[in-house]
Each structure stands twice: as C-alpha cells, then as structure tokens.
C-alpha cells in the first residue's frame, strides 16, 4: 500500500506594530496600528488570508472528506491563530470543527505560540505544549498524539522529551545531510527513545508544490497531476510512505488561486485515490502504520526553513540574540508580577516571526525573508522589539515598586 501523509501547518503571529522609542512608558498596545492599512494590522491581514485561503481551501478539504472516505489530513493550528480566528474569522473555527468531527482530520501537538522556547526555557516551553493542548481539547475535542515543533526544528534532545512526555510521534524535517543515504519515506526511531517514532518531510516532493508549483522558471513547469502522480508512485519505491508536510497558506496566500492549485489539489486527492493501492493516512496512523526502519540521530537542530535547514533564520545574528535573551531574560520578573495581561504579552514576543523578521540573510533566502516580514527592514523589526521590551521593563519595574509600597504598608500597619 503507497500512502500520502498529508500534514499542513496554521499559523497566524501577533505583529508588533510601528512601535516607536517615543510610545514607551505610555502605550502598552504592542499589537493594534490604528493606520488600518500599516503593514502590520494584524486584523487585515488575517482577514486578507482568510479570503485567499483559510476560507477556500477548508471548503475543499471539507469536500474532499465528503466525498472521499480514504482522505485524511493533519493539522497543526497554533494558538494565536485560533485566537485571532476567533476575533475576525469564527467561521474558520466552526469549519475546523465539522471536518474534526469526521474522525479522519487529526490536530498536531505543538507550542500555544509557536515559539522557540525549546531552545531557552525547557520549563517555558513545556507551558505552552500543555497550553496547546488544552484549547485543542476544548475547541476540537481531540487528544493530540504527535509533536511538531516550531518552525520543524528538531534534535536528539527533542526526541528525548517527546518520549519522556509520551507522544507517539514526531515531526522533522528529511534532510539529505542527516539521512545521507536512507529514504525519508519509512517510519524511524528516534535515537535513544522507546515509544516515539520519527516521521520526516520528503522535501522535494512537498516542495513541488509549495515551492515551485507557480514558478514559470521551474523545467518542470506546469506542474499537472499526471505528472505529479508519477513521482509520488516512483518515491514510494523508496518506502511506502510520502510525506507532504507544508504550510496550510501555500494554497492560495503563497500560491494564488490563479495559477490553479486549488483545482490541482482536489483532482490530486481524486486521482490518487482512484487507486485502490493508494491511500491517505493520519500522522498517527503513519506512526502505527510499520516497525521503524531504523535509528536515527540528529545531534545539532535542523530545521525546514532556509537552504541551510537550521535556526540561522531566527538566530543567525547578534540582533536576533540579543532580542530572545532579553525577552527569555525577562521570565523571572514577569511571572512574580502576577499580571495576566503582561504574562500575555510577554508569550506573544516569544513568537518566532519576531526574530524571522530580524533576518539579514541575502541572496537565495532574503528575498523569502522581506516577502514576509511588514517592516521595511531588519533593522526596523528589531528597533520596534527592543522599544516593547523597554515598556514591558518599566511596567514591571513599576508593578514591582507597588508591590514594595504595599509590603512596607503591611509591615507599618503590623
């Protein structure tokens, strides 16, 4: 049996706004730009990808899963896209619900705000996993089994927690330089771990789409069904399973409507199934599906962004550094403030599209970089940063003061 293991990533971040050294001390609203079409009003823009493909491709899913009883597909939804869903899209969530209910879409585990915490705060970032689940169990009613990190990072240190915690799988990216001669297309053991198994992106294949599918320069372009079948059937030679990991927004935000991928994608899902030696399995069910083929170890982060696949996107200079100590730096302070809305906003800066846009890499990657970033430049991305982070400083430091005022007060009246 040749099984395509269809897994797309939802993700929207709270931009930070135009925020200048000149709103310290007295604007504590990092997110909402009263210019309704700044690069950053995150209601427009949510709104803007709803249209373009939150919206039409979950009615295609929604079809495919009516019309097709051997279509299954993952999803990860972070937290601050369900939340921003609620506010200006809860169609988006009532949809994510009915195709839920079909018993055939499973919800990847990940982190509440698509964060880097891994790799800074272990404790941190296992608040936002439980987090995550939490408001997937609430909003969806299902238990999640397997564990994607942000961004696809992924290392040894990650597949311990992951068996430790008791997820039955893990995502990653299958790289050539780690996999060296195997196949990503085989389920895999994590090195040093029982339970938990190892599912890795075909890259190539899942690229295609993502990637190439509207670009007129690509040699294989158009990019038809046809065509597209006859290398998904030809990897399977290389095991059993093809693993299209992606972004949900590839269809139609990333790849408009225009150039067809709607229309691609459905007749994919028809065509392939017409096969009766094909089918479509859950991430879970791809984790079930076989004994691992063999260990596997990745001792340093890979990641499936960039040509370089590790975390130089988020962390490759010293503004990007500088930034995520100052903000994982602050934990202390902002947890004994005891301040609800200042732990919010605190989690929210942890979002790694911050450091994504304090990228200065150039060339092959810099044109991805600026595409998605709202800031003019680096530069600007990390002055904003560091101004919230001054006013999230003087607010706690003035939380503090109040706190000191008051124990003295008590010890005066005492």
């Not at 397997?146 to 961004?151: D, G, Q, S």
């Not at 053991?189 to 990637?211: E, H, Q, V």
């Not at 859950?282 to 040509?307: G, H, N």
Request: proline share 3%; glycine share 4%; with cysteine.
């Amino acid at each position: 049996m040749r099984s395509i293991v269809l897994y797309l990533h939802m993700h929207q971040p709270y931009r930070l706004k135009h925020y200048s050294i000149f709103s310290v001390g007295h604007d504590h609203d990092y997110w909402t730009e009263k210019d309704w079409y700044a690069g950053t009003n995150n209601e427009r823009i949510f709104k803007k990808v709803a249209d373009k493909s939150y919206r039409p491709m979950l009615a295609i899913l929604e079809k495919c899963l009516n019309n097709y009883p051997g279509f299954k597909v993952s999803l990860s939804i972070t937290g601050t896209f369900i939340e921003q869903a609620q506010f200006w899209a809860p169609d988006v969530i009532e949809t994510l619900q009915r195709i839920c209910k079909t018993g055939r879409v499973e919800i990847v585990a990940e982190t509440y705000y698509h964060s880097l915490a891994f790799f800074f705060d272990k404790q941190e970032f296992e608040e936002q996993v439980v987090k995550h689940q939490k408001i997937i169990k609430e909003l969806f009613g299902v238990d999640t089994q397997v564990f994607r990190n942000t961004e696809l990072s992924y290392n040894d240190d990650l597949a311990k927690w992951a068996d430790d915690f008791g997820m039955k799988g893990l995502l990653a990216e299958g790289w050539d330089k780690v996999l060296e001669w195997r196949s990503p297309n085989f389920v895999y053991r994590p090195a040093g771990c029982k339970d938990t198994r190892l599912l890795l992106k075909n890259y190539r294949l899942s690229d295609d789409i993502a990637f190439r599918f509207s670009d007129k320069h690509w040699k294989e372009w158009p990019l038809t069904v046809e065509k597209y079948q006859s290398w998904l059937e030809a990897a399977t030679l290389n095991g059993p399973l093809i693993n299209l990991f992606m972004d949900f927004e590839t269809f139609g935000e990333n790849i408009w409507e225009d150039t067809g991928i709607f229309k691609f994608f459905e007749h994919l899902v028809y065509s392939w199934l017409k096969d009766e030696n094909n089918s479509f399995l859950t991430v879970s069910e791809a984790c079930d599906s076989d004994e691992p083929k063999a260990e596997l170890s990745m001792p340093w982060t890979v990641t499936w962004a960039d040509t370089e696949r590790d975390l130089s996107a988020w962390l490759g200079n010293s503004m990007q550094h500088e930034a995520m100590q100052a903000v994982y730096g602050m934990k202390q302070d902002v947890l004994e403030s005891e301040d609800a809305h200042m732990l919010e906003d605190w989690r929210r800066l942890q979002t790694s599209d911050h450091p994504y846009y304090m990228c200065t890499k150039y060339f092959n990657d810099g044109d991805v970089h600026a595409y998605f970033s709202p800031y003019d430049s680096p530069y600007d991305a990390f002055l904003y940063y560091m101004n919230a982070l001054r006013d999230m400083r003087e607010r706690l430091d003035e939380i503090a003061e109040k706190k000191k005022a008051a124990s003295k007060e008590v010890e005066t009246d005492n």
